[in-house]
């Protein structure tokens, strides 16, 4: 038999076998896996991997597949030539000879994690956001179109270099003033600042308090009520962390009326992670904290505890209680679920509320056995308006479990309502719908029914994708669009994003952004969005959640110490935002 990688209508073949199912008739199948096959002399085992696959045919006809799966790593050689370009004290450039091989990407290695994954066209890339007088450790590897990856590179070492010592504070910005104002906004520019090694942010002042930090010379203020007077003042820092004096100040009012995105006041606050949020058919609200494992009730403007959940287990990273959601057919069955992270694995549970509490003592397991681990969990619950609830996991840190289809590590999962697989999910007999997935932790339908996901990503791109059933979406082979997989709608620079979570009102989405601490607003077109709009830049820090209210506006809650993994770790608030 020759020697084939399992591409094509082979690999579905293999995806079927390893999902327990035929995909194409929907016909049982039973795997099994056995070592290499052996030959009659003394060479090497075969480089194949032997499956045996049995169809249950309803007029009892038995018939066996053995397929041979090649195991072999790639022929071609290991990627040679890789050197430093260049090096400035937060970027590194590194280069490298075009591969001998069918190229599909590049990866950009360090000793303990893969850094960067760089398309097969270019032998070049520019990584940035390094830190200062840091030593970094490179090699390379190259990943072939059977998504096979070569040996790693020799090493290249580099140091960035370390700002010199610097005690001298850059000049104050000059010339503050209105570029624009609308009902609950006011755009704001200056002069730049002048220092003797380079400024690298300027914060902006609303009165005593600070509203935004940027890199720029322009800033928007968002969230203010309408005709409301404002004074503000802009401090520069430079990488050192000397400050300036303060600009002069600059007074402003916001207009009459109401903006796309409007006011904001805090309706709540914590002092540790408030993670899942849900709204029950009343108006009130459940959130639980990540750390602490409770979930509170609002109503009214008053927080009370409603349950703080049992049999959770922490590592002290991204596990804890997670998201929430309410029964579609709530004030008949009370249910509201949970997602939490048990000692060995993370489970979804379901619970009555009543009278303001969740009683767990009579729980109902509905999912169990989802892979759990410090970091990478997902976590997010969701109930479609095909009352199904749609449930996002991430790979553990683990790339090759996004695509491996006999665990529910990266993917989006979809069960009914007591657990069970519906029989036309795309992978019958699992909860499977979507794989591929690295870390999603953000669910929305639009007003078609279709299922938007924001994931984060490795280093460089996060994605907002539309899902489709049994859709592969590339990790870890690629991050971004890459042609081979289903590509992401819309695409974002990690620093400016990190999607946590994302709400649809009226097909337009919010997303809540952790690293970027800003919330993106895009109009939905089609198969596309509109290009995002920023709000709240560094306002409330770092955001996880974006839920919609029965009003039709959102609930956004920041998530700051989320590093902290320690109950209470910081003070947080969850804010209403109104929408027009």
């Given amino acids: 038999m020759p020697r084939r990688h399992h591409t094509g209508a082979t ?78 004290h937060t970027s590194v450039t590194l280069a490298w000879n075009a591969w001998a091989g069918d190229v599909f990407s590049y990866e950009l290695v360090l000793p303990d994690r893969v850094f960067r994954i760089v398309p097969g066209d270019r032998t070049s890339k520019t990584v940035d956001n390094l830190v200062p007088g840091t030593e970094y450790r490179w090699r390379i590897a190259a990943r072939d179109q059977d998504m096979r990856l070569s040996a790693l590179s020799d090493e290249v070492v580099v140091k960035t270099p370390q700002y010199p010592a610097d005690s001298e504070k850059p000049g104050a910005p000059s010339n503050p003033r209105v570029a624009k104002s609308s009902a609950n906004s006011i755009s704001l520019v200056w002069n730049a600042s002048t220092d003797n090694v380079g400024v690298a942010s300027y914060d902006v002042f609303d009165g005593d308090k600070k509203v935004t930090t940027v890199p720029g010379t322009a800033a928007a203020v968002n969230g203010l009520r309408a005709y409301s007077p404002h004074e503000f003042t802009v401090v520069a820092k430079d990488f050192a962390g000397n400050r300036s004096a303060a600009s002069d100040p600059v007074a402003a009012r916001t207009r009459v009326g109401a903006d796309p995105v409007g006011e904001a006041r805090t309706v709540a606050t914590s002092d540790d992670i408030p993670w899942g949020l849900t709204f029950l058919p009343d108006r009130s609200a459940l959130f639980s904290e990540r750390d602490t494992f409770r979930i509170y009730h609002v109503s009214g403007g008053r927080k009370t505890l409603a349950a703080t959940v049992p049999d959770t287990h922490s590592l002290r990273g991204e596990d804890g209680v997670l998201g929430l959601a309410v029964s579609p057919d709530f004030v008949r069955d009370r249910w509201v679920y949970v997602f939490h992270t048990r000692e060995n694995d993370g489970r979804i549970v379901r619970v009555k509320f009543v009278d303001g509490t969740l009683d767990f003592t009579r729980a109902e397991t509905v999912l169990a056995g989802i892979p759990r681990a410090k970091k990478h969990l997902g976590g997010r619950l969701r109930f479609g308006p095909d009352g199904k609830l749609y449930v996002s996991t991430g790979e553990l840190q683990r790339g090759e479990l996004a695509q491996d289809l006999s665990t529910l590590a ?131 820090g770092r955001l996880r959640t974006v839920e919609a209210t029965p009003a039709g506006n959102i609930w956004l809650t920041s998530t700051g110490g989320d590093d902290l993994h320690e109950p209470g770790g910081d003070a947080n608030v969850i804010v209403e935002v109104r929408l027009r």
Avoid at 52 to 75: F, N
Avoid at 444 to 452: P, V
Avoid at 507 to 535: C, N, Q, W
């Fill in 410 to 540: 990266g993917k989006i999962l979809r069960i009914n309502p007591d657990g069970s697989v519906p029989s036309d999910n795309p992978f019958p007999g699992s909860a499977i719908y979507s794989y591929g997935h690295r870390n999603p932790q953000g669910l929305a339908f639009d007003s078609r029914g279709r299922l938007w996901v924001a994931e984060f990503g490795h280093f460089e791109v996060d994605e907002i994708n539309l899902v489709k059933p049994g859709g592969n979406y590339g990790w870890p082979y690629c991050e971004g669009p890459c042609g081979r997989f289903v590509d992401p709608v819309r695409t974002f620079r990690t620093f400016d994003a990190s999607p946590a979570g994302i709400a649809i009102v009226d097909d337009v989405i919010y997303l809540a952004g952790a690293r970027g601490k800003r919330l993106h607003r895009m109009v939905i077109r089609g198969d596309a969005t509109s290009e995002p709009e920023p709000f709240f830049r560094d306002h409330y």
């Fill in 11 to 88: 690999q579905r073949l293999l995806e079927a076998v390893k999902s327990g199912f035929l995909s194409d008739d929907r016909q049982q199948v039973r795997s099994r896996k056995f070592p290499p096959v052996s030959t009659a002399t003394s060479k090497p085992a075969s480089p194949y991997l032997r499956h045996v696959v049995s169809l249950s045919r309803p007029a009892s006809v038995a018939v066996s597949i053995v397929l041979l799966v090649s195991t072999a790593t790639p022929a071609t050689a290991t990627p040679d030539g890789l050197k430093v370009t260049a090096v400035s």
